[in-house]
C-alpha cells in the first residue's frame, strides 16, 4: 500500500494546485461493512497525497460517541457524532448487514435534515435502502447490493433501481458492496473539482482498474457453480436471467447455438452435473435469497422461482437445503 509522502510539483497531475477542499462524512452504523468504508476512504486518502496537501477531508460520523462494531467484529471509534459533524459536502451511509427494520428514526431524520440542507448524499453496501426509508431516493436512480434488490424492490416499487456496480445521479451517490464504493470514490474524483488525471493517478496507486458505472454486479450464483469457460457461463447467465419463466435445456442450447449434446457435454465436464440439475440449483439458490431478504409468501417465491406447485417447491427444497423453506426462513430471521 502507498505511504504518505509528497510528490514533487513535476509528478503531479495537471489542474489541481488549486482544488479547494471538499469535506466527506461518512455514517458508521452498527455491522457496518468495513471493507466498504475502506475502498471509499482509502482513494481520497491517496488523492491527498497524489496532490500533497489535504483536499479531501473526510470524517466518520456515528449515532454515538462510542465505538461503532463492524459486520465482521472489528470496532471503530467515531470522529463525530451526528449532532456535531458539522458542515459536510457529501455524507455516504456505510450500510450494515443485515439491513435493521427498526430503531433507525433518529438516522432517517438526520439524512432528511442534511438533504434539506443541500448536502449531496450516498450509499454504500446497503446504505441505500436508509436514503430510500428517508424518501430521499424518489426521482433517482440507484443501486445497492444484489442480495438486497428485492428488498429494495419489494419496499420500494417505484424506485428506478439498477444492477449496476454504482449509479450517480445529480447529487445521490449510490453503490454495491464489496470493493465497488472504490469505483465510486474514483469516479467522484474524476468529476469537478477533481479531474481524470487524479483518478487515474489514484488508480495507478492502488494498483486498480478502472469499472464503469454501468458494469453489473456480478451474481454470485454463477460464481456458485465456478464456470470459467465463456459458453457456459453464457449459458448460466441465460438460467439466471430466466426464474421465473424457466426455459428448456434445447431452448438454451439453441439460445447459444450450440448443440444441446454439447451444451449438456460441457455441464458434465466442467460442473459434473446436468444442465438440467444446475439450473434448478440456480432457481433454489434464487428461492432462498427472497426467503431469507424478503417478506415475500412463500406461494410468492414460489412462483417466482418458476414453480407451479408449492408440494414441488417444498420438496426440492428440502433435497437441496436439508431444510423445508418455512423452517430455513424462520431460522434466519431468529438469528439475526
Known sequence: MPTNRSRPEDERPDGLH??????????????????????????LRIANMVVGRRVYDYQLIATGADFVQSSDGIRVLPDATMADSGSLGAVFV?????????????????????ARRGTA??????????LAR????????????????????EQFPR?????????????????????????????LL?????????????????????????????TSLRQYMGAEHAKLDEALQVMESNVEETLTVAEIASYLRV????????????????????????????????????SLPLEEVCARTGFTSMTHFATRYKAQFQIAPSVDRRRYQNAL
Open 18 to 43: 488549486d482544488l479547494r477542499v471538499t469535506k466527506y462524512g461518512f455514517l458508521l452504523l452498527h455491522d457496518f461493512s468495513l471493507i466498504a468504508l475502506a475502498a471509499a476512504v482509502d482513494p
Open 259 to 294: 448443440s444441446q449434446r454439447q451444451l449438456e457435454r460441457w455441464f458434465h465436464e466442467r460442473l459434473g452435473k446436468t444442465p438440467a440439475q444446475a439450473y434448478l440449483e440456480i432457481r433454489l439458490l434464487r428461492a432462498r435469497q427472497l426467503l431469507y431478504r424478503t
Open 134 to 153: 428517508a424518501g430521499l431516493l424518489n426521482g433517482y436512480r440507484c443501486t445497492i447490493h444484489w442480495e438486497d434488490q428485492d428488498v429494495l424492490m
Open 190 to 218: 474524476g468529476m469537478p473539482p477533481g479531474s481524470r488525471s487524479l483518478a487515474a493517478r489514484v488508480l495507478e496507486l492502488l494498483i486498480a482498474e478502472r469499472r464503469s458505472h454501468e458494469q453489473r454486479q456480478r
Open 159 to 187: 424506485l428506478t433501481v439498477s444492477n449496476h456496480l454504482y449509479e450517480v445521479d445529480r447529487d445521490r451517490y449510490t453503490c454495491s458492496g464489496g470493493v465497488a464504493p472504490l469505483d465510486l470514490m474514483v469516479h
Open 94 to 114: 456505510v450500510g450494515p448487514n443485515p439491513i435493521p427494520r427498526r430503531g433507525i428514526g433518529a438516522v432517517l431524520d438526520w439524512l432528511r435534515l442534511l
Open 121 to 130: 448524499l450516498g450509499g454504500l453496501d446497503t446504505g441505500s435502502y436508509f
